[in-house]
């Protein structure tokens, strides 16, 4: 059997625990049944951090994290929290991890299941089979950008500043992980900013072709304005497979192409950072969605975002595409037999908890291991 792969558990606050604890049987299995082992370590993050360590990210946990070979994260906030100032917030964990591990590339699938083909609000031949994904630049642009603020002016109004920059070496980072998955994948990227009207745009335009021209001449590379990918994801979203962009129109249109094919409760994600010098990344996997307070201990919440987050953690930190595969399936597996939690229940549709799901999930993955 391979080295055990060190994974980080912080389940946070409100539904994470809930989702990560169907995430944890999902691990089990493949402790159990496949040639990869796990040894797992469990951490607080955010509000439960806060109330467990006074903090809402420990030096030790962050310690922890950066030694990890990939963290999974539940969700961060609430409302028993809400109050707090700023700094020491829930959601200050999570961007204590993005910052000291580096993330710099988000990596948000859209992808299709089947089962699901008329929960969209596109038509079914257009999303049926649909598989892309963006990549989002996520530690630079008008985001972090200097000078920002806002000020008095003499005249008694007020002026608000943000600014949008980027260097050749933040956009050829992120870039080169777009290049690299478009060539595990179907070999396709799209490069998308707005050139047209913004410097920024123009640089990041040129450097993605001089990186494609220099080290990808395999891969087949557009340029589209971001305004008009807006656009074309909702026309004709198969036309794409990777597209990568910066971090504020990356911020739009990874939400814009998450939701062409369902609920928030079936949205993974992956942040990475730069590999070092063995190739191996800083990663952290989480749901798109929050704590959801609102359905929080009450079995309801759906768990498949996070088990799909473990899919991508198999996928891109350890290398384990047929894995990830297997997880996949099981996720439309059992969809096709019509579990359904609450957020995705359909007519004629079996209705299901979170452990049920969870159940469901690991009896698919037996079933497609037997
Ligand atoms: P949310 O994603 O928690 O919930 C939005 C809606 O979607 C709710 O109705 C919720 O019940 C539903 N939902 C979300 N995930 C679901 C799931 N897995 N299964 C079924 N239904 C699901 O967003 P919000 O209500 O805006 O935020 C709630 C809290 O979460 C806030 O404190 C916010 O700051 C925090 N938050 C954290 C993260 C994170 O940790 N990455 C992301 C977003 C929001």
């Given amino acids: 059997m391979a080295s055990n792969k060190k994974l980080l558990v912080l389940p946070g606050d409100g539904i994470g625990p809930e989702v990560m604890g169907q995430v944890r049987r999902v691990v089990d299995w493949f402790d159990k049944r496949r040639?990869?082992?796990?040894?797992?370590?469990?951490?607080f993050v955010g509000g439960a951090a806060i109330d467990a360590e006074g903090a809402p990210l420990s030096d030790e946990t962050m310690a922890e994290a950066m030694a990890s070979d990939?963290?999974?994260?539940?969700?961060?906030?609430?409302?028993?929290?809400?109050?707090?100032?700023?700094?020491?917030?829930?959601?200050?964990?999570?961007?204590?991890?993005?910052?000291?591990?580096?993330?710099?590339?988000?990596?948000?699938?859209?992808?299709?299941f089947e089962p699901l083909v008329d929960a969209s609000s596109l038509k079914p031949e257009f999303i049926s089979?649909?598989?892309?994904?963006?990549?989002?630049?996520l530690t630079g642009g008008v985001y972090f950008g200097e000078p920002r603020g806002i000020e008095d002016l003499p005249d008694g109004s007020r002026r608000g500043v943000n600014t949008q920059v980027y260097t050749t070496?933040?956009?050829?980072?992120v870039a080169r992980v777009a290049f690299e998955l478009a060539g595990k994948r179907s070999g396709r990227l799209c490069s998308t900013e707005k050139a047209n009207v913004m410097e920024t745009g123009v640089l990041w335009r040129q450097e993605v072709q001089k990186l494609g021209d220099a080290e990808y001449p395999d891969i087949e590379l557009t340029h589209m304005y971001a305004d008009n990918c807006a656009m074309q994801l909702v026309r004709n979203p198969k036309q794409f497979d990777v597209i990568v962009t910066d971090n504020l129109f990356g911020d739009m249109l990874s939400d814009e192409a998450a939701m062409l094919t369902g609920s928030l409760g079936m949205l993974p994600s992956a942040s990475l950072g730069a590999p070092d010098v063995t190739g191996r990344r800083m990663a952290l996997y989480e749901p798109v969605h929050g704590s959801a307070p609102d359905i929080t201990g009450q079995d309801k919440a759906n768990p498949i975002a996070s088990?799909?987050?473990?899919?991508?953690?198999?996928?891109?930190?350890?290398?384990?595409?047929?894995?990830?595969?297997?997880?996949?399936?099981?996720?439309?597996?059992?969809?096709?037999?019509?579990?359904?939690t609450a957020?995705?229940?359909?007519?004629?549709?079996?209705a299901v908890s979170t452990t049920d799901m969870g159940t469901a999930l690991v009896a698919a993955l037996d079933a497609l291991a037997a």
């Fill in 70 to 112: 990939a963290v999974l994260l539940g969700a961060a906030g609430g409302p028993k929290w809400d109050n707090l100032p700023f700094e020491q917030k829930p959601e200050r964990g999570l961007l204590r991890l993005r910052k000291e591990m580096d993330l710099f590339a988000n990596l948000r699938p859209a992808i299709c």
């Fill in 35 to 43: 040639a990869v082992g796990f040894d797992v370590a469990e951490g």
């Fill in 343 to 350: 957020d995705i229940m359909q007519p004629g549709m079996k």
């Fill in 169 to 173: 070496a933040e956009i050829q980072r």
């Fill in 129 to 137: 089979g649909l598989d892309i994904l963006i990549v989002r630049e």
């Fill in 307 to 340: 088990v799909l987050s473990f899919a991508m953690a198999l996928r891109y930190s350890f290398d384990l595409g047929d894995d990830a595969d297997l997880v996949e399936q099981a996720v439309n597996n059992v969809l096709a037999d019509g579990f359904r």
